[in-house]
C-alpha cells in the first residue's frame, strides 16, 4: 500500500527531466490516489499532468505544489 508520506515524497521528486517520465510519475500518483479514496487529490494531479502536457509550468507547480500540501495533511 502506498502512503501519502510515499506520495508526497514522488511529488516532489519530479523536477526537469523526461517529460514522459514526469507524466507517467503524475499518472501514477493519480491512480494511486483514486485507489485510496482520495479523488479531489487526484483530481488536482489530473490537472497538473494536463497543465504540463500544455506547457503551462506555472499552473504544474502550483498543482504540484497543492496536492503535496493537501497530502501532508492526510499522514
Known amino acids: 500500500m502506498t502512503t ?3 506520495l508526497i ?3 516532489n521528486a519530479l ?3 523526461d517529460l514522459d517520465a514526469i507524466r507517467a510519475r503524475l499518472a501514477e500518483a493519480e ?3 483514486e ?3 482520495h479523488d479531489e ?3 488536482i494531479v489530473g ?3 494536463t497543465a504540463l502536457s500544455g506547457g503551462d509550468l506555472k499552473t504544474y507547480k502550483k498543482r504540484v505544489a497543492t496536492a503535496i500540501a493537501k497530502l501532508g495533511h492526510l499522514r
Do not use: D
Request: charged share 10%.
Open 9 to 11: 515524497a514522488l511529488l
Open 47 to 49: 490537472e497538473a499532468r
Open 41 to 43: 487529490v487526484a483530481s
Open 35 to 37: 485507489g485510496l479514496g
Open 15 to 17: 523536477t526537469l527531466g
Open 4 to 6: 501519502p508520506s510515499q
Open 31 to 33: 491512480s494511486v490516489l
